[in-house]
């Protein structure tokens, strides 16, 4: 995997008009977020229009994460396609009280591509799949992934925050798709305490990166 | 069982099996706290993606779905205390277009009724009611039986059913979730498949979240079905919206 953010670091929030400085990243962060949730709402109205919007916003991180766990190209378009339906679909359900939409949004995805990783059918496929990987996948480096650099390094930061298992732990549950009961043992860690050290790990994140509550 | 709460982190980031995820689930109706965590510990989850490369998808992939959502409604928010008429029924899907999974997901988007009386005429307190703290119940026993199959149903309203059945038990029991109710009057009724002869089984208790286990032989049985029948059940199932979940190789 590749940080998209060697660009220089100067350069990461620029934008034509300058340099953007840190509080105009939030500030422009904040606005980004009430966007989806007023697209969403939208979205359950049936505006389809607002679906497109939604789309081009977060489908770049979406298809990145379907990829990253089903590897596949093209079984992670069909999750991500899969993915956005449900959203489209949901929409009414989301509540901006319990977080925030693109982490919804990516909640749907990652379900997703972790329910298709465990058909016994698509993992013989991803096995395949994974022989012709490293052709590259089409991307463009655009200043949206300058941005969304800034909070990958954010995160690379907590996460070095964690103990080597917790860390393993969680990336081989989150990337990995597997259960936590197969995480033990490929960590050969005793049974039951890998949920222990995903939750513990996560929690550790969360207070890391000031989420949730 | 009593580490349930353990549990929330694997939640949070997909780490649990069917079986795990639709007992956490249940327990998560119950349990304010673990709501919260979970809710929580999403948000952070969800922050890992940010280390994924973003990757720009195929410009087809849009097309298609813009094009597809204008064939899709979007379901009705979650309403408190809805009135049970305006419930989805199986006469919706009649509506439709004739496709087959939109049958079969509008008929079982409606789901359950039957009170303790039933529940406990399932559980067959009879056969064994020791206390259940030093005895695991027939239900964690097929659970945790060591040749227990999984058959997972999910339907297009998010709702989904996990079947397990152990041959050695001869018993089979249905975990549900989400859910919706039973059209007014009406209740879901379980049957065991014998190659064609239903067999009634049970029924569904209230509520969108269920652990049942099934009466009758579920060794012998080709699958497992469920209907919606007039409160009270009916001697034979009533094919318009029944939804087959087929076992394999019995």
Not at chain 1, 49 to 54: E, G, T
Not at chain 1, 83 to 103: K, M
Not at chain 2, 215 to 220: E, I, K, L, P, V
């Amino acid at each position: 995997m590749r940080l998209v953010s060697d660009a220089i670091p100067g350069e990461a929030g620029s934008t034509s008009s300058g340099r953007a400085r840190p509080e105009d990243v939030t500030v422009a962060a904040r606005d980004a977020a009430q966007e989806l949730n007023e697209a969403l709402r939208c979205c359950a109205r049936g505006d389809q229009s607002a679906f497109a919007r939604l789309y081009d916003a977060c489908s770049s991180r979406a298809y990145g994460l379907a990829v990253r766990v089903v590897r596949d190209p093209a079984q992670a378009e069909e999750v991500t396609q899969e993915a956005f339906l449900e959203v489209w679909r949901t929409s009414a359900r989301f509540d901006p009280e319990r977080g925030s939409a693109l982490s919804w949004v990516m909640t749907i995805v990652h379900r997703k591509a972790v329910d298709r990783v465990r058909s016994a059918e698509a993992a013989t496929r991803r096995d395949v799949a994974y022989q012709h990987k490293n052709q590259p996948v089409p991307h463009d480096v655009t200043a949206e992934a300058a941005h969304a650099s800034l909070e990958a390094r954010r995160v690379r930061g907590a996460l070095s925050s964690l103990t080597q298992v917790q860390r393993e732990a969680i990336e081989l549950a989150y990337f990995g798709g597997y259960t936590h009961t197969e995480v033990a043992s490929m960590l050969q860690l005793p049974v039951g305490t890998a949920k222990t050290r995903i939750r513990d790990g996560l929690i550790r994140l969360r207070d890391a990166l000031g989420v949730g509550r | 069982m009593n580490d349930v709460h353990a549990l929330s982190g694997a939640y949070a980031v997909d780490a649990l099996d069917d079986v795990e995820r639709a007992r956490f689930e249940r327990h998560l109706a119950e349990c304010g706290d673990c709501r919260g965590e979970v809710d929580s510990l999403r948000e952070a989850g969800a922050l890992l993606a940010a280390t994924a490369e973003e990757v720009t998808p195929p410009g087809a992939l849009r097309e298609r779905l813009l094009a597809e959502v204008g064939t899709v409604r979007p379901l009705p928010p979650v309403v408190a205390s809805a009135p049970r008429a305006t419930l989805p029924t199986p006469s919706v899907a009649a509506h439709r277009p004739p496709r087959v999974r939109t049958f079969v997901a509008a008929a079982a988007a409606a789901v359950i009724t039957l009170g303790a009386a039933t529940t406990l005429a399932i559980t067959r307190p009879w056969d064994d009611a020791p206390a259940p703290s030093l005895v695991a119940s027939p239900t964690d026993r097929v659970l945790a039986a060591t040749d227990a199959e999984r058959y997972v149903q999910k339907f297009e309203d998010g709702s989904k059913a996990v079947v397990v059945r152990s041959k050695d038990l001869n018993q089979a029991v249905i975990i549900t979730s989400g859910m919706s109710e039973a059209p007014d009057g009406s209740v879901y009724e379980l049957w065991l498949d014998h190659d064609g002869e239903m067999v009634a089984a049970g029924f569904m208790p209230d509520g969108p979240d269920n652990e049942v286990l099934l009466s009758g032989d579920a060794a012998t049985a080709t699958g497992l079905g469920i209907s919606v029948e007039p409160e009270g059940g009916s001697p034979e199932p009533t094919l318009e919206g029944a939804v087959i979940i087929p076992f394999e190789n019995a």
